[in-house]
Structures are given as structure tokens and as C-alpha cells.
């Protein structure tokens, strides 16, 4: 079955220092891999996607992913943290259902990021 | 202007009462998606409807009842609130995979639903 891990339930770093928040997933295929940001009372947005091609992956906001198929991870990193990237972070795994018609996310239990200054 | 559009944003209410969530996307897109988010925050997907069909649920009791008026539109009913309903409930809707499109799922801003 298909499932996501997010070892780290919990992070601080302080303001200007580098990010990596640890992903790793189980799927038989090849899958869509997904990073999201939840902000305190709101929605989840997209940061970044892996969906074949160049492993490592530009998303929004200075973030970056790399894929590792042999490891099965899909790290996110930032070089310099910014107070308002405290959030939530979760990490999902895409499975095609239905010839594509669906795309059910199975997600990891996300890791709370909090920002000393 | 907004994408994914949920109501009410928070709904309190008590045991054994009947509630209704309303979401509504202006995306364009054939596929919609109810989710929960616990008290520990794991989002877990409940349905998937694609073009007002469902098609997919997630061993959810039969308590929650979805409705799709339209491709746009996804209702969640849910009868007889129990305590451990008690959730975020997020929307969500999505283009099919393939085709040029990775299939990424839109997230409304979510309804907090607490039964006392």
C-alpha cells in the first residue's frame, strides 16, 4: 500500500538558516510527489511537484526537491529560512485511480516548522 | 475570485444534529474531493467525485452523505453528528492526471466543524 513518512514531527531553526524537512514514500510505480504548506487556519497550498523528468524541483517561495528514487525520498530544502515560512508542511504521494480520472493524495502526518528569530 | 470556496468556514453545533458543508470551484476542473484533517492534523481523503460521478470512499460511514450538483459544486451531509466528527474538513478538485496535467490537488480554506 501506498504510504508517506515524515520522520520529523517537529523542526526549529532559526531566521536565515537552511531548511531540509525529510520525505519518504512507499509506491509501487512511478509516482507524483507533493509538497504542501498549511498556515495556521488555512488551506494547503502547492509548493512543489515531481512528476518525471529533472529530479530536483523550483517551487514557489525559494523551495526546492529533489527526488531520490533509490532512497524512495523526496526531501524539500530552502537555503535561508524566512520567519513566515512557520507552518505546517506536508508531503504527499499521488495514485492515479480510474485511468487518471482521480488523484488520490495520501499524505505524511507533516512536520511543524517554527522559526527562532 | 476564489478557486476552491467553502461554507461555512467554522459550524458548531451538537450531538445528533444534521450539518451541511458547501464547496464550490471556479477552476474549471472535472474532479472534486472532500478530505478530513484530525485533531493531529493527518489530512486523510474521504470522496472523490469526478463529473458530478463518485468514485471513490473511503470506508466513511454512512452518516456522510456527498452530493454533486455539478461538476463545480460538492455538498457534504452529515446525519447525526458524533463527537469524533469533530475535524477540519477540507475541499478539494483537481484535473484529471495525464495529459500535460500532474493531476495537483486545489485546497479550499477548510470548515472547522466542532460537535460539543
Known amino acids: 500500500a501506498q504510504s508517506v513518512t515524515q520522520p520529523d514531527i517537529h523542526i526549529t531553526v532559526s531566521e536565515g538558516a537552511s531548511l531540509e524537512l525529510r520525505c519518504n514514500y512507499s509506491?509501487?510505480?512511478?509516482?507524483?510527489l507533493f509538497w504542501y504548506v498549511q498556515s495556521p487556519g488555512q488551506g494547503l497550498q502547492l509548493l512543489l511537484k515531481?512528476?518525471?523528468?529533472?529530479?530536483l524541483v523550483q517551487g514557489i517561495k525559494g523551495f526546492e526537491a529533489e527526488f531520490k528514487r533509490s532512497q524512495s525520498s523526496f526531501n524539500l530544502r530552502k537555503p535561508s529560512v524566512h520567519w513566515s515560512d512557520a507552518a505546517e508542511y506536508f508531503c504527499?504521494?499521488?495514485?492515479?485511480?480510474?485511468?487518471?480520472?482521480?488523484?488520490?493524495?495520501?499524505f505524511g502526518t507533516g512536520t511543524l516548522l517554527a522559526v527562532q528569530p | 475570485d476564489t478557486a476552491v470556496s467553502q461554507t461555512p468556514k467554522y459550524l458548531v453545533t451538537q450531538m445528533g444534529n444534521d450539518k451541511s458543508i458547501k464547496c464550490e470551484q471556479n477552476?474549471?476542473?472535472?474532479?472534486m474531493y472532500w478530505y478530513k484533517q484530525d485533531s493531529k492534523k493527518f489530512l486523510k481523503i474521504m470522496f472523490s467525485?469526478?463529473?458530478?460521478?463518485?468514485?471513490i470512499n473511503e470506508t466513511v460511514p454512512n452518516r456522510f452523505s456527498p452530493k454533486s450538483p455539478d461538476k463545480a459544486h460538492l455538498n457534504l451531509h452529515i446525519n447525526s453528528l458524533e463527537l469524533g466528527d469533530s475535524a477540519v474538513y477540507f475541499c478539494?478538485?483537481?484535473?484529471?492526471?495525464?495529459?500535460?496535467?500532474?493531476?495537483?490537488?486545489?485546497f479550499g480554506e477548510g470548515s472547522r466543524l466542532t460537535v460539543l
Open positions: 478539494a478538485s483537481s484535473h484529471p492526471s495525464g495529459q500535460g496535467s500532474t493531476g495537483e490537488l486545489f
Open positions: 509506491y509501487g510505480a512511478t509516482p507524483y
Open positions: 515531481y512528476f518525471s523528468g529533472d529530479t
Open positions: 504527499a504521494v499521488g495514485k492515479r485511480d480510474y485511468g487518471g480520472a482521480t488523484n488520490k493524495l495520501i
Open positions: 477552476l474549471g476542473h472535472d474532479t
Open positions: 467525485y469526478n463529473n458530478k460521478e463518485l468514485i
